[in-house]
């Protein structure tokens, strides 16, 4: 011994893996790319391309909590569509209370309207969210089967007491003032509303990569999701942890609830386990556990849903599903996956 320090070897990332891994992020550059090639005519481009960004953040809205409950508390929720339907219906009971502030032309009045909407719709689907944990989800912890079936129970039930309350009807829900119409850009005609969707679904992927990246909180949520008995060996409790997250990932679930009804403008009881489809199709692509897996999928989900939409309506049908299938082929796990230790 010479008396010198070993300085430990830091292995490097060769350049052709870190390629491989930063891969995803432009995917969805590449398929503007493609869209705009095969379009042909730039205002429908820019018109289809916003409108895919905005239903992809929605979409992502919705599935974010729920790739997160799946991640962490390896629950398959077949329930989560039975918060987006109460946050609507509760949200189309709030905005009918402030009818005079959501047809008022105040932008302020308008905001607070829609913003106390989205308050009320992810209390009350946060509430439900902790009921639907201990009474259907915790006895079935571990046992994927009973999972499925005890929580499409749950969506079902959830169904029928929006009917017993709201009735069986479809309901239109108008957008406040401030949020109809549209932004003439060139020859391209892009609705405020749709704006407003990628504002706020952009915003909601840079907070809660914020908080799972640089709190305590998201550092627990992180570690639980790839080796939760190591963090209760820690002494931390990871079942109030667990209750959290499905908390936040009911309320969340409630957000994206009212903001779908106002995209579409319609209510119905069942319209939670419609928008269950994309939703579980983003989770998949992206990886289960993975935020940024998720955001990226809603936005090749969105996207290429309105594109093949324009383009060719009969594929529209099965592009997403397809695209699945091509991005699985690709990567089993998803684009971005958090492996849990076992």
Same mark, same amino acid.
């Given at each position: 011994?010479?008396?010198?320090? =070993?300085? /430990?070897?830091?292995?490097? =990332? /060769?350049?052709?893996? &870190?390629?491989? &891994?930063?891969? /995803?992020?432009?995917l969805v550059p590449l398929l503007a790319v493609v869209g705009l090639v095969a379009i042909g005519d730039p205002a429908s481009w820019l018109t289809l391309t916003v409108a895919?960004?905005?239903?992809g953040m929605m979409v992502f809205i919705m599935a974010s909590g729920l790739t997160v409950v799946f991640g962490l508390m390896d629950v398959i929720n077949f329930g989560h569509g039975a918060f987006v339907a109460v946050g609507a219906f509760v949200g189309f009971t709030v905005l009918a209370w402030l009818a005079g502030w959501t047809a008022s032309p105040s932008v302020m009045l308008n905001l607070a309207a829609v913003l106390i909407a989205i308050l009320a719709a992810m209390v009350v689907t946060g509430l439900l969210g902790i009921a639907f944990e201990r009474v259907i989800v915790m006895p079935v912890y571990g046992e994927h089967l009973k999972q499925i079936l005890v929580t499409m129970g749950g969506l079902i039930v959830a169904q029928q007491m929006i009917y017993v309350v709201w009735g069986p009807d479809e309901l239109h829900l108008s957008r406040p003032e401030a949020f109809q119409g549209a932004l003439v850009i060139g020859e391209a005609a892009i609705e405020k509303y749709r704006l407003v969707a990628v504002g706020v679904g952009l915003a909601l992927f840079l907070a809660m990569r914020h908080v799972l990246k640089y709190t305590k909180v998201g550092l627990l949520v992180r570690a639980g999701v790839e080796n939760g008995e190591m963090v209760e060996a820690l002494g931390y409790r990871i079942r109030r942890l667990f209750l959290i997250v499905?908390?936040?990932?009911?309320?969340?679930?409630?957000?994206?609830?009212v903001m779908w009804g106002l995209y579409q403008e319609t209510i119905t009881a069942h319209m939670g386990s419609d928008i269950m489809v994309p939703v579980f199709i983003v989770v998949i692509i992206g990886g289960l556990g993975s935020v940024e897996g998720c955001f990226i999928g809603a936005m090749l989900v969105g996207l290429l849903a309105n594109y093949t939409a324009f383009l060719a309506p009969k594929v529209a049908l099965v592009s997403t599903i397809a695209l699945m299938v091509v991005i699985l082929m690709w990567r089993p796990q998803g684009l971005y996956p958090v492996v849990k230790a076992k």
């Open positions: 011994m010479n008396g010198t320090a =070993i300085k /430990p070897r830091i292995e490097r =990332i /060769p350049l052709k893996e &870190q390629f491989f &891994q930063k891969l /995803p992020v432009l895919g960004l905005a239903m499905f908390m936040t990932g009911s309320a969340l679930a409630g957000l994206g609830g």
